[in-house]
Each structure stands twice: as C-alpha cells, then as structure tokens.
C-alpha cells in the first residue's frame, strides 16, 4: 500500500470521535463481571466489561470505572471491592447492576447469593471466578477511574459458560 493513501480511500476508517470509538469496541468481545464493594462507607457494584490482569506476582487486576458513578467514592472509601466474572445465564443480573432496574446500591445485592472473602467485598457465589481486592491505586483518566486492586483472594466457582457482551448484546461463550 501507497504510505501516502488518504484514511478516507480504506474501507470502514472513520476519524476517531467517541461514537467511531464506541463503534470499534462493540467488535471487541469481553466477559461481563459485577463490581462489588462493601465497609464503612456503604455497599455497591456495577458492572464491568473492562477488567484486565495486571500482574501474577503480587496478584493485581484493573477495573475501569466510569467517573460520574457515585461507585467510585464507596470503593476509594472502602478500600475493597471484588471482581465477580458471571456466568451465562445472569443477563439479568448485569442489567440490575448495570443500574437498568432502577435498583440501587444495596438494593441490586437482592438478586443472587453473596459471600464475603478476606477483605469484605460480596462475591457472587455463582461467579465463574471472584477475585477479592484491595485498593492499591484509583486514577482519573479521561472520562474513568482505573481501579487498581491487590488480589487477597480468589474463589473458583462451578464450571460452565461465561456471559461475554460482543455486538451490543449478551451472548454465552461455551466452555
């Protein structure tokens, strides 16, 4: 390809605006999770997408947050929260924690059976996995917070499907 070929002549480019942004990662498929915090400072959780592994030594994973949620201030408050990766089957459950209900807080924690860990965090007892964390960094950046939490612990749950959202929609990865 010419180095100097126009964007404009390449098929499906788009100038980068929020919307082309938006567009592009509805091609991105990710495993939908619940956030959850619980302490002095009250208990909530929303639901997530990104989430990512940030190291295996200390066990570190990342969460982003968006910045308008009132989250955020429970979870710095807290200190904790836990990563609870869903199973397929708990559309519902992400839509509730997603705020789509018009449940909040520890309202949304009425659906499905919760355990604390080590820090205090609900972890959903039918999650795929639960990571339990510690808060080690909360940064702005751009229209999120980026959770950085320790691992303190971490809960195995029933083997299955995972609930992926790819498209704009829910949708069942097979194991």
Known sequence: ?????????????????PQAYRDGMAHVAGHVHVITTAGP?????????????????????????????ANGALIASNGVFAVNALPAGAEGLAETFAGRRGLTGAERFGEGAWSPLATGAPTLDTALVGFDCRLVEMRAMATHHILIGQVEAVRIGPTGPALAYFDRAYRPIPR
């Open 41 to 69: 400072a009250g208990t909530g959780g929303f639901t997530a997408i990104a989430v990512a592994s940030v190291s295996d030594d200390p066990p570190t994973l990342l969460v982003c947050l968006n910045r308008k949620s």
């Open 1 to 17: 390809m010419d180095g100097g070929a126009s964007r404009s002549m390449i098929p499906g480019v788009r100038a980068a605006s």
